[in-house]
């Protein structure tokens, strides 16, 4: 899936440090720096689950390809939000969702 402009400007600005560091932080400044630093190869980005109708034969359709990248896009920055939130919070659960962002995340 191709990085967007606005992706990595999302990301960017995702990635900006609190005054505090909570129990993950460092570890979401790491994967924020691999983010961007797959923002030249033009396979990686978030991916999605296999639809249904792809499972069984369906060919996408440029404007469905278009809508799984938008929608893989969103839940991942959604999810590594919430990531920097629990961690801002000083809450553990930071690590599960920065786990979550990083398996939507392909870097192929």
Do not use: H, W
């Not at 994967?31 to 396979?43: H, L």
């Amino acid at each position: 899936m191709k990085v967007t402009a606005a992706f990595a400007l999302s990301v960017l600005l995702l990635g900006t440090a609190s005054a505090r560091a909570g129990p993950c932080s460092n570890a979401i400044a790491q994967f924020e720096q691999a983010v961007r630093q797959s923002g030249k190869n033009p396979t990686a980005g978030p991916t999605g689950s296999q639809t249904v109708d792809a499972q069984t034969g369906g060919q996408p359709t440029p404007g469905s390809v278009k809508q799984a990248e938008e929608s893989a896009q969103t839940t991942f920055e959604e999810t590594l939000a919430r990531a920097k939130s629990l961690d801002a919070q000083g809450d553990a659960g930071c690590s599960r969702a920065l786990a979550d962002a990083k398996r939507m995340y392909s870097f192929r």
